[in-house]
């Protein structure tokens, strides 16, 4: 019996040893294809339109569009300061109107 099982014990580590050579040599063939098919190199561009303008013309347009805006919101703030300030005088001479003439002229 234990012949038998030795041989079989054997014939399994054959097996084993066989498979494992299998996969190392399909291992290196697959290594082998990928070395050998390289890829084609495509050069890229960047596209550029026909009429772009320049990146500096582009870095002025954007800080005129800047200065601009700081223009315009310093013009709303004065605006907006002004009418406030009058609305505020408004409001207090209405206020005024009311409690100190209003109320005497209906106690006469």
């Not at 209405?94 to 409690?99: A, N, P, Q, R």
């Amino acid at each position: 019996m234990t012949s038998e099982s030795d041989r079989q014990k054997e014939l399994e580590h054959r097996e084993r040893l066989l498979r494992e050579r299998e996969v190392e040599l399909r291992l290196r063939e697959m290594e082998t294809n990928l070395h050998t098919t390289d890829a084609a190199f495509h050069q890229t561009v960047k596209h550029q339109p026909e009429n772009s303008q320049k990146p500096w013309m582009q870095k002025v347009i954007l800080g005129g569009k800047l200065f601009a805006l700081g223009v315009v919101t310093l013009v709303a703030v004065r605006i907006a300061a002004a009418l406030a300030g009058f609305i505020i005088v408004a409001a207090l001479g209405w206020m005024s109107y009311k409690l100190f003439l209003e109320s005497k002229k209906t106690n006469s």
